[in-house]
């Protein structure tokens, strides 16, 4: 059996106490963290898979295009 390969976009964000928190986008509920980028990057892999196989839909990827930040005054 071949194996598919995919390829999904990750956000990498810190936390008020240094943790590496990794979303995927793509993926609802997809998200893991680590104390260093290295090891949130192995964990989001294995979160990854086990979000694909316990929701047996065919996910389709979005095209990442950028990032922005945008300055809001309240």
Same mark, same amino acid.
């Given at each position: 059996?071949?194996?598919?390969?995919?390829?999904?976009?990750?956000? +990498?964000? @810190?936390?008020? $106490?240094? /943790?590496?928190? #990794?979303?995927?986008?793509?993926?609802?509920?997809?998200?893991?963290?680590?104390?260093? +980028?290295? @090891?949130?990057? $192995?964990? /989001?892999?294995? #979160?990854?898979?086990?979000?694909?196989?316990?929701?047996?839909?065919?996910?389709?990827?979005?095209?990442?295009?950028?990032?922005?930040?945008?300055?809001?005054?309240?």
């Amino acid at each position: 059996m071949q194996k598919k390969v995919m390829n999904f976009t990750v956000l +990498i964000e @810190q936390d008020e $106490d240094g /943790i590496y928190v #990794a979303k995927v986008p793509d993926i609802a509920g997809c998200y893991t963290q680590g104390k260093t +980028i290295p @090891q949130a990057m $192995d964990r /989001i892999k294995e #979160a990854i898979q086990v979000c694909l196989e316990a929701d047996k839909e065919e996910h389709h990827q979005m095209k990442f295009i950028g990032l922005q930040q945008v300055e809001v005054n309240l």
